[in-house]
């Protein structure tokens, strides 16, 4: 009897091990931030997550075999956080720019915007007034829409415009509908859901940008997440899945081929790209 | 239509209010026993220790409340893990600590010197005359300056959601940007929660101080 534990022993000692190694491969859940007051990319509604960020993410772990929570913090918080490693991944209609590239690595690009010049419903401006000769416009501080109004409109004394920085878009909107702005400048998803969800407003005209979209992951990728999350976009994009998500939230949205247009700055478009293939 | 979709999000915005209010009780509690300590130490501790207490407060009452969030939420954390409800309890509790230390130095003094004298004379030592003297009518007479901590604090869970607490501000958040405005309607419904909420404590806080006043020795009016 004792001889056959002897011999046991080992057997039972390896497999106890190899059960608690499976059991801390699945322990190991992602978290991913996201700015949950971001429709129709990510919020929440009846307690619970939404948007096509969120489902999209889910597929993708789905996919890919990922756990994965979400975790809402305030735009501002969210990429600080994801540099500090509070958050294992950055899942919202995140802009890819030449600053964030040096902070973050993105994945290869799902969506690609233009921003829309947006009036009230009632006002007779058109986008040469109201984006010129005295006009005030607003757009979300930090936004890549407000860079790029500083840039080429705030900054240039012959247009003469001022801008004005918001927290987030909707107080943006509410300080143009009571009369403090003549614009605000949106990226096209969010100018559709204000319009979708009854605002006041309408588009006078669109600034092409061809503003790519991606996922982020810690620089240098340390927990080697870029690959998987790669090859699920694009499993999600062929299967037709991507389609269906962007169209239950955004009917009216057109699907850009993935991966969009990928910028030179950005480290992780160079070379092979993990999970991707041409 | 808006009254609809807050009355179908009600329950989200109660369950925000009970992270605000357990947020609340969490660095509260915190703040009042450590608070003690630092007053004590303040009033009546070794003149290195007195040093250090004052260093604590004068750090803890400078740092306006978000930044101490912010610090405690990516800075500490490199060092200890933990999450953002423990964050939020330190950073905040610690903060109160601070403010109620001053809150319990002033009423230590404010209890005539006659009475240490006295117990000492009595035979007790220093702990015991703190322990059974000064504290019982010390405490009594913080009810009234504690109350307003009490509202201060409430208010400041409201900045929690800056790192990742999903509270009432949250929420409310939340049915803005889903309906894509309405930021007065639902801020003032917001604003009404909390009110009702100080409203009650304060209520709650001077009932208990007319309870525990003793004949004689009433240090303010019958509020």
Not at chain 1, 166 to 187: K, N, P
Not at chain 2, 201 to 222: K, M, T
């Amino acid at each position: 009897m004792k001889n056959i534990f002897r011999k046991l022993a080992p057997a039972a000692a390896m497999l106890a091990m190899a059960t608690m190694a499976s059991a801390n491969a699945q322990a190991e859940t992602l978290t991913a931030g996201v700015e949950a007051a971001f429709p129709p990319w990510a919020y929440v509604e009846d307690g619970k997550y939404k948007g096509i960020a969120i489902d999209a993410m889910r597929a993708i772990a789905k996919d890919q075999g990922l756990e994965v929570k979400f975790k809402d913090l305030p735009w501002p918080s969210l990429i600080p956080a994801l540099v500090k490693g509070r958050i294992d991944l950055l899942v919202t209609g995140l802009n890819v720019t030449p600053e964030r590239a040096k902070a973050l690595d993105f994945t290869i690009p799902w969506w690609e915007n233009d921003d829309e010049i947006l009036v009230p419903k009632d006002s007779d401006k058109n986008l040469i007034t109201a984006m010129c000769c005295g006009a005030t416009i607003g757009a979300q501080g930090g936004a890549t829409q407000f860079k790029w109004l500083e840039d080429n409109l705030a900054s240039n004394d012959k247009v003469g415009v001022t801008l004005r920085g918001y927290e987030d878009y909707v107080t943006a909107i509410a300080d143009m509908l009571a009369g403090r702005l003549d614009a605000v400048v949106t990226s096209t998803d969010t100018a559709e859901d204000f319009i979708a969800k009854g605002r006041p407003i309408k588009i006078v005209g669109t600034i092409q940008q061809n503003q790519p979209q991606a996922l982020a992951v810690q620089k240098g990728d340390p927990k080697k997440l870029l690959g998987k999350i790669n090859a699920g976009i694009m499993n999600i994009y062929k299967s037709g899945q991507w389609a269906e998500i962007v169209h239950s939230y955004a009917p009216q949205s057109t699907i850009r081929d993935i991966p969009t247009s990928m910028p030179a700055y950005v480290d992780t478009y160079q070379g092979d790209i993990p999970g991707y293939t041409k | 239509m808006i009254f609809e979709t807050l009355l179908s999000q009600m329950p989200y915005l109660v369950h925000g209010l009970t992270v605000a209010i357990g947020l609340l009780v969490c660095l509260l509690s915190l703040g009042l026993a450590l608070g003690l300590v630092l007053a004590i130490l303040e009033v009546y501790g070794h003149w290195t220790l007195r040093l250090v207490c004052v260093l604590f407060e004068r750090v803890f009452r400078g740092i306006p409340a978000i930044v101490l969030l912010l610090l405690f939420y990516y800075g500490v954390t490199d060092y200890i893990e933990m999450g953002s409800f423990t964050a939020a309890v330190l950073a905040l509790g610690l903060r109160s600590a601070a403010y109620q230390s001053q809150i319990f130095r002033g009423a230590f003094l404010s209890v005539p010197n006659g009475q240490m004298m006295a117990a000492r004379a009595m035979g007790m030592n220093k702990l015991q005359a703190i322990r059974d003297i000064i504290i019982p009518q010390a405490l009594r007479m913080s009810i009234g300056p504690w109350t307003n901590e009490f509202s201060s604090e409430l208010k400041a869970t409201s900045l929690a959601y800056v790192i990742g607490v999903v509270e009432l501000t949250r929420q409310a958040k939340y049915i803005i940007s889903n309906t894509q405005g309405n930021i007065l309607v639902v801020f003032g419904v917001v604003a009404l929660m909390y009110f009702v909420v100080n409203r009650a404590g304060n209520w709650a806080l001077y009932r208990l101080e007319n309870r525990l006043s003793l004949p004689g020795f009433e240090h303010r009016g019958d509020a």
